[in-house]
């Protein structure tokens, strides 16, 4: 079993930076995939961002360039760092783990077995 917990949303201003963070605990050793999804009222869950344990990532096309997901092996924590924020990043913000092997980074919402319970970001004007 592994434990996720998403910290850091909160309600900014279009062009504003934001890290969230999502702490995993359990069987971490087991992970090969962890991602961030977000799903905005009334859409599906979509993928924003994902890393492999060989560090290889991969971006949603509306945030490529502006997001960056990175980690901290020691803190057993995952952070997506958020800049230049649009009011359609309003969403809210899941962590996933995958315990699924896997060659690379996986982006299919299916994939994931493990889910935070989100944190919501909000920008608006």
């Known amino acids: 079993q592994v434990q996720l917990v998403e910290s850091g949303g909160g309600l900014m201003q279009p062009g504003d930076s934001l890290r969230l963070s999502c702490a995993s605990s359990g069987r971490t050793s087991g992970i090969y995939n962890m991602g961030w999804f977000r799903q905005a009222p009334g859409k599906e869950r979509e993928f924003v961002a994902g890393i492999h344990r060989n560090n290889d990532t991969s971006y949603g096309g509306s945030v490529k360039g502006r997001f960056t997901i990175f980690r901290d092996n020691a803190k057993n924590t995952v952070f997506l760092q958020m800049n230049s924020l649009r009011p359609e990043d309003t969403a809210g913000y899941y962590c996933?783990?995958?315990?699924?092997?896997?060659?690379?980074?996986?982006?299919?919402?299916?994939?994931?077995?493990?889910w935070g319970q989100g944190t919501r970001v909000t920008v608006t004007s």
């Open positions: 996933a783990a995958s315990t699924i092997w896997s060659r690379g980074v996986v982006t299919s919402l299916s994939r994931y077995n493990y």
